[in-house]
């Protein structure tokens, strides 16, 4: 069974070893994960969300678990240049209804990458660049 995004930032962490923490990040790679790292780090992206918690009902659905790898691709919603025909009112229903459908750990992963910043002292942005070169632009 395959990790949940959340579930491999949360595991990356708690390997102490640099050089095993990025061998695990990249044995667990996929567009998803790539996706959520370079949305939280990358400066050149702007998210069109205010900032701190956000108003929604956590998932209880063991189903849930997974979903995020679906859903990252509808991120591009959330951030400037993504989808100017959006109204803010529009966006924040579409980012809490995303926020609602997915693993509850995800979704608390999904409000701190929104505030670009995730809640693992050892996933840095120095320490992304250095597991996949490219990603972050500088």
């Known amino acids: ?41 990358d400066p050149t992206i702007k998210w069109l969300l205010p900032q ?28 400037e240049g993504g989808n100017n025909n959006l109204t803010k009112v529009r966006r924040e229903q579409l980012f809490i209804n995303l926020l609602e459908s997915v693993d509850k750990e995800d979704a608390k992963l999904l409000v701190s990458i929104k505030d670009k910043k995730l809640p693992y002292k050892l996933i840095t942005s120095k320490f992304i660049a250095k597991v996949f070169p490219g990603l972050i632009n500088e």
């Open 1 to 41: 069974m395959r990790l949940g995004i959340n579930e491999i930032l949360v595991k990356a962490n708690e390997i102490k070893d640099s050089d095993e923490r990025i061998q695990f990040l990249r044995h667990n790679d996929s567009e998803p994960l790539r996706i959520i790292l370079k949305y939280c780090y």
């Open 52 to 79: 701190g918690p956000a108003p929604y009902k956590e998932s209880d659905f063991v189903s849930a678990q997974g979903m995020l790898y679906g859903e990252a691709r509808k991120l591009y919603l959330f951030i």
